[in-house]
């Protein structure tokens, strides 16, 4: 099989490289055989450089990001454009994001009942948390998430909060659910994995109710981990298509 290689951000965190590396074993264990690999672009180790650095012929990178922003436009194909420079045997494919898919969603509502959190519960109000992004196309999905959810759940209300970069921020967030009646605050978290923003946006949230719920990043969960193989497929199709076009 044509390798996968699954290349996420990193962080000093080491939560969260030992969670992308429990996503990537699950992955493994859906389609055994399959040569799935772990990388970073910076913070955490391997590199993604490093290890296309040691690979021959084509190759799948599959970008663990959640939004079309900065990362998955610039600096993704920029350490592939590198990799390939170094090493002209190497052929790489570079998939979609992840997101948006009803995938991810599937996994946040989850983690979100998980939690503790119901469906129905008209005192409630959800916060879908992101990282946030300069990119204002990334936050409005994150945004038509939320939006979705507040018609569809039957709670007080959900909207979207951001560690950084955009707003609400988490007190404009909280102020937004209390005014439309919510008495309870969940927080449903669009991160992959924990590190310093999910933590932010958590300790914000538990500033203002200590009694929030907090449901854990996506992490290693199946649908998250099926989604990554889907990423795969298309691009070993559309691979396909071009050698018999």
Known sequence: MIPLIAVAHGSRDPRSAATITSLVSVVRSLRPGLDARVSFMDLSAPRLGDVLAGLRGPVVVVPLLLGRAYHARIDVPALVHEACQRNPRLSVSVTDVLGPSPRLESAALRRLTAAGATFDAPSLGVILAGAGSSDARANARVAAIAHRWSLQAGWAGAIEAFAAA?????????????K???????????????G????RVYDSVLELDPDALIADPLGADPDVAELILHRYDEALQETDLERTG
Request: net charge neutral; charged share 10%; no cysteine.
């Open 166 to 178: 955009a707003s609400p921020t988490v007190p404009e967030a909280v102020a937004a659910l209390r």
């Open 196 to 199: 310093l923003l999910p933590d």
């Open 180 to 194: 439309q009646g919510a008495s309870r605050i969940a927080v449903a978290s669009w991160f992959l994995a924990p």
